[in-house]
Every structure is written in structure tokens, then in C-alpha cells.
């Protein structure tokens, strides 16, 4: 049995979490802000904790990939899963030099042939974002990166017309000329909004991949078995789709190094996070 707790009043919920003897574990997801709050105050009692936080997904390119197959990896991760508004979307594209002429314009006629609308109207694809405030943020970090010489492919504005007036809708976007300097490539965007970088060797788009406090999810795209072994080991994320973009299934652990989180949900790690080991020793 478990009970559903409901409120707008989320601090006072959450300290009575931290404050009650009866709550021996906490699972949070959310912000690393806010994990990082109820992980000071979880310690006052030494509670248990597993947290599900922020991610900055890297989703690499290599010049031996499918370049269709990665093409639409890369809209489905980034954009039709829930307009970007998911931790594990992917945050950033690296496209190899040698086939970025051939990759970003496939990469950028999907992205706008993608169909903003309200959830309920057939054909939907993208719909809104949850509030004004995302709003704020995402085109906040799209034109402070225009404004540092980053390059509008695709989108890059608010929807109003017809039927989205009454929402807030952000056209599907691609940036390019984008660097890590920019805030669009360290933060997590939560929004259907693309930065595209390129990168010449394998070690150096690890290093730039690796360059985070986050470690959740990251993808990418080789058909070489050596590199994608080579690379799935090198990158620092609790994740990694390997010439697959569907981001997670509940037969495996879910959760991320670093910033990322504690702990894991899904697969038996999810369960043994909720159990504690009893050792009994009987003298007959």
C-alpha cells in the first residue's frame, strides 16, 4: 500500500519528509538544486536517499554512423519526447567535422517538418512547454547565444498563431556555431531546443562530453563495434544508447554519476534501494 500526497505547498511536504522518524527513505526527482537541499536535510536523521536529477546528454556523431538512422535518433531524443522537457533528453549534438556539410542540413529539414500543436489535435508531435517561466529560460539561452555568435538553423521563437495562442509553444530550434563557453551548451535547456557543435577525434569529443557536472544519459552514433565499445566505456553517465535513442525501459537501472543523482530506479538495483540487509546469528 502507498499513499499519493498532493499540494502547492511543496516545502512543507518535503520537510515533513525530512523532519518524521516514521520516513526512513527518500527518493527525489527534480533538480540537482533541490537534491542537494533534501540531502543536507535527510542527514539530520541519516535517511536513505536516491535522486533522479538534471542531465546534459551529449549526443555524438560519428563520420562512420548511419547518418539517416542517426538523424532521426537525434530528433527523437531531443524533440519528440515531451518537446525536450525530459532529463534524458539529449542536450547537446556533436556532428564530426568530416560529415557535418551532410549531417546538420538532414538534421535540420527533420526538425522543421515537425508538427507543433495541441496534444489533443491529430498529427501532433511537439506541444508546449509546461509554463511561462520554461519559456523565459529556454529563449533566454537561445538568444543570449545568438547574441554570442551562435547561428539560428531552425526555429528559434515562440509559436502564437491559430490554435497556439492559447499555450506556450517554442518552435522546434537548432543552433549552430554554437561553443562550450555558451550557456545553451553547459545548462540543461528542458526545452525543444538543439545546440549543434563539431568535433574532429574520437578522445577529444569524449573529453568535451565528459566536461560536465551532470552524468545521466548520453548517445551516440559509429558503426564501428570497437569505437562504440571504446567510447560507451569512456563516457561518464549512468546511461548510454549506442546507435539507439530510446533513452530507457524499465528492465534496466536508471540514474547517473556525478550531479546527476544517487541510486537507481528500475531493474533489481531499483528494488534494492528500498531494502536494507539483516545479518542473524542463532547460537543452538
Request: charged share 25%; glycine share 12%.
Given at each position: 500500500m502507498f499513499n499519493v500526497v498532493t499540494s502547492k505547498s511543496a516545502g512543507v511536504v518535503g520537510r515533513t519528509f525530512l523532519e518524521h522518524p516514521a520516513v526512513r527513505k527518500i527518493a527525489f526527482t527534480g533538480s540537482t538544486e533541490v537534491g542537494k537541499r533534501l540531502m543536507a536535510g535527510a542527514s539530520e536523521q541519516l535517511k536513505r536517499v536516491s535522486f533522479e536529477l538534471g542531465g546534459n546528454a551529449p549526443f555524438i556523431v560519428f563520420e562512420d554512423a548511419d547518418l539517416a538512422a542517426a538523424a532521426d535518433g537525434a530528433v527523437g531524443i531531443k524533440f519528440l519526447r515531451v518537446a525536450g522537457q525530459s532529463c534524458i533528453?539529449?542536450?547537446?549534438?556533436?556532428?564530426?567535422?568530416?560529415?557535418?556539410?551532410?549531417?546538420?542540413?538532414?538534421?535540420?529539414?527533420?526538425?522543421?517538418?515537425?508538427?507543433?500543436?495541441?496534444?489533443?489535435?491529430?498529427?501532433?508531435?511537439?506541444?508546449?512547454?509546461?509554463?511561462?517561466?520554461?519559456?523565459?529560460?529556454?529563449d533566454g539561452l537561445v538568444q543570449e547565444a545568438v547574441g554570442d555568435g551562435a547561428a539560428i538553423a531552425a526555429g528559434g521563437r515562440r509559436l502564437t498563431d491559430g490554435a497556439l495562442s492559447g499555450g506556450v509553444f517554442y518552435a522546434p530550434t537548432v543552433l549552430t556555431r554554437v561553443t562550450e563557453e555558451m550557456a545553451v551548451a553547459r545548462e540543461e535547456i528542458f526545452g525543444p531546443v538543439a545546440p549543434v557543435m563539431t568535433f574532429r577525434e574520437e578522445d577529444e569529443v569524449i573529453a568535451r562530453s565528459n566536461a560536465t557536472r551532470f552524468g545521466l544519459a548520453a548517445y551516440f552514433y559509429t558503426g564501428d563495434l570497437r569505437r562504440a565499445i571504446r567510447t560507451a566505456e569512456a563516457l561518464e553517465y549512468g546511461m548510454v544508447g549506442v546507435n539507439d535513442s530510446t533513452g530507457y525501459t524499465h528492465e534496466i537501472p536508471f540514474g547517473g554519476?556525478?550531479?546527476?543523482?544517487?541510486?537507481?530506479?528500475?531493474?533489481?538495483?531499483?528494488?534494492?534501494?528500498?531494502?536494507e540487509a539483516k545479518s542473524i546469528s542463532i547460537g543452538l
Open positions: 533528453c539529449a542536450n547537446r549534438i556533436y556532428v564530426q567535422e568530416t560529415i557535418a556539410d551532410r549531417f546538420v542540413p538532414m538534421f535540420v529539414e527533420r526538425v522543421k517538418a515537425l508538427r507543433v500543436a495541441p496534444g489533443f489535435e491529430a498529427g501532433a508531435q511537439i506541444g508546449p512547454l509546461i509554463n511561462t517561466e520554461i519559456y523565459e529560460k529556454v554519476f556525478k550531479e546527476s543523482g544517487l541510486g537507481r530506479e528500475g531493474g533489481h538495483q531499483g528494488i534494492e534501494e528500498y531494502m
